[in-house]
């Protein structure tokens, strides 16, 4: 067998534009959901010849003698009749596979963390008259007046429902309202606290959630019209962890169809800063919710950008843990070996008891890690190491022809990260073909999804989506597959040597796609924060305008911090700090 010359490496982020704008996520589970056994008299017996081998060695850039195609013929057959009979197995959509994803490279000690917290010092100040400054307060701000007795659990939850009656519907951002136990929560939140009770900084606190997420009695959409009838009779672990928090569900947040896109069944969901745009996916609907004011904050998934691109897109604050810090039983399955959850919230401070709510084991996942989380505000700057590259402050951007200049925001935030007396270090990417490892995310959803695409109800999904790319890496081999898996395992090393003489990574959220996809798959946290605001006429997908001179609109900047495997509290209190010294955070979208 010789490798044919004429096929190169294939352009895969010309192939993936709604993967390359950050769009995809959501959180994989040992769910109820069955998949339907696809595989029962779907194929009929085929004849297969040598012709019928040769022209399959194209699609795998692969060249077999003649005599090594008559030999496969003895044995094709057999292997074709092996993959018919899995097919015809029942699996639940949420079984994990045998080979599980381990962010931790063997041999090397990852410092222990116990659960402790340290808040800067801040006052809420008085209670606001103006219900809209009340709604856009930070989560401390609210916990404070909550714990005081300056607002109750119901009027906060109130102005969140009157608000969302009012702006979800054109904004598209959330599939399912919970008023009526939204109202219960709250009550007896304050009926807790008024007997002494206080569960902490959650305590009745408003929050959304992403429809990704099991909730008992409540429908599960997962954005996708092959399941909008899905009711679960149990809450996904993280729903009863913020409950027990204290938080108040006010509703299902939209999701893009199974996770992929800004786009849900019921519309597209818009950016409160420019209705004519998207919201950026695939946590859509928690982005633009928590940019306009909808909620408290909300919590999204991300298997490739998809809490930093629309926090990037509505410019509010994103988090994405490390891989397997949070647990992701009943949260809608998709890539095992990749998705992630996490905070978005309109100020970097407030993520932290968000996190540290969420943060714990899950015994239903085999990729579960069990590890305390430290933040300490008081973090001293100039005892902090902070990696960049001059090139992440060029374009922001997809890559060639998908970019655009950085903005003067983005510039202004790496001086004022100098200014904090950060000691910033020069770094320099490893010469990764990273697109190469995209179709391995294709090949876990399309793993996951197999029976959409072998009945035909891949359909039911928005072309851009899923479909197209489930049926192209059915063509991917195995053998394909493992070596893109090596060489992921080749990156993790590298990022191992990258992080050994840095704290943190920080660039514009798309200064670097390479650098911002990397971190997906070596399952480093990451944190996209507003850098300040931008003018740019409409755009449709991506960064660039549909029309240059087009009418132009206030848009926001973020950048991004990509910390060490569970070092989150780091890189929490280098944006906290950043975003203090930034004072950009305090505007809002221009709704009614």
């Known amino acids: 067998m010789k490798s044919n010359p004429r096929t190169t490496r294939r352009d ?278 928590t940019a306009a004011g909808l909620c408290s904050f909300s919590i999204g998934t991300d298997s490739l950008g998809s809490i930093l691109n629309p926090a990037d897109q509505c410019g509010i604050v994103g988090l994405r843990a490390t891989f397997g810090r949070v647990p992701t039983e009943g949260a809608m399955p998709l890539t095992p070996s990749l998705d992630r959850i996490g905070p978005l919230t309109r100020r970097v401070e407030d993520a932290v008891p968000v996190m540290a709510a969420i943060n714990g084991p899950d015994p239903t996942s085999a990729s579960s890690i069990t590890m305390g989380f430290e933040y300490d505000a008081r973090i001293d700057p100039a005892s902090v190491r902070v990696g960049y590259s001059p090139d992440w402050f060029r374009e922001v951007g997809f890559g060639p022809g998908a970019s655009v200049p950085v903005a003067d925001a983005h510039l202004n935030a790496l001086d004022a990260l100098r200014e904090l007396g950060v000691e910033l270090v020069e770094v320099e990417l490893p010469p990764f073909p990273y697109q190469a490892l995209i179709p391995n995310l294709y090949v876990e959803a399309a793993t996951i999804y197999e029976a959409l695409t072998l009945d035909g109800r891949d359909d039911q999904l928005p072309p851009e989506g899923w479909p197209d790319a489930w049926r192209r890496v059915r063509l991917l081999s195995a053998v394909d597959y493992l070596q893109a898996e090596r060489l992921r395992r080749g990156l993790m090393h590298e990022f191992h040597r990258i992080y050994s003489d840095v704290d943190a990574l920080f660039a514009p959220t798309y200064g670097s796609f390479e650098l911002l996809m990397a971190m997906n798959y070596t399952g480093h946290p990451g944190i996209s924060l507003r850098a300040g605001l931008d003018e740019s006429p409409t755009r449709s997908a991506g960064p660039i305008p549909d029309d240059p001179q087009g009418e132009p609109h206030t848009i926001t900047r973020n950048v991004a911090f990509h910390g060490r495997l569970f070092e989150e509290g780091t890189i929490l209190a280098l944006a906290r700090a950043l975003e203090e010294r930034l004072g950009v955070h305090h505007h809002r979208p221009p709704l009614g």
Not at 100 to 121: C, H, K, N, W
Not at 154 to 162: A, H, K, N, V
């Open 12 to 289: 895969f982020l010309a192939s993936s534009t709604a993967l390359a704008a950050g769009t995809l996520a959501c959180q994989p589970d040992a769910g109820d959901g069955s998949a339907t056994p696809a595989g029962a008299g779907a194929h009929a017996a085929a004849d297969i010849t040598a012709g019928t081998l040769a022209e399959a060695e194209k699609l795998h850039g692969v060249t077999y003698t003649a005599a090594e195609r008559d030999q496969l013929l003895q044995s094709i057959d057999g292997q074709i009749a092996g993959v018919l009979q899995l097919r015809d197995v029942p699996r639940e959509l949420g079984l994990q596979p045998a080979i599980t994803f381990d962010p931790r490279l063997p041999g090397v000690s990852y410092p222990e963390q116990v659960d402790r917290i340290a808040m800067s010092d801040g006052a809420a100040g008085a209670l606001p008259d103006a219900e809209a400054d009340i709604a856009y307060a930070s989560v401390r701000e609210q916990a404070h007046w909550i714990r005081t007795g300056r607002l109750t659990s119901r009027r906060l939850t109130e102005i969140y429902l009157s608000r969302i009656e009012r702006l979800a519907p054109g904004l598209y951002c959330y599939i399912t309202v919970t008023a009526d136990q939204a109202l219960a929560q709250a009550d007896q939140s304050d009926r807790e606290l008024a007997a002494g009770r206080y569960r902490g900084e959650l305590h009745g606190i408003p929050y959304g959630i992403k429809d990704c997420f099991d909730t008992a009695g409540i429908p599960t959409t997962w954005g996708a019209i092959p399941f909008r009838d899905q009711v679960p009779d149990r809450d996904a672990r993280i729903v009863t962890m913020l409950r027990e928090a204290g938080a108040v569900l006010l509703g299902k947040l939209a999701t893009a169809s199974l996770a992929n896109g800004y786009r849900w069944y019921g519309g597209k969901v818009r950016n409160p800063w420019n209705t004519e745009e998207h919201a950026g996916g695939s946590s859509a609907g928690p982005g633009s919710a």
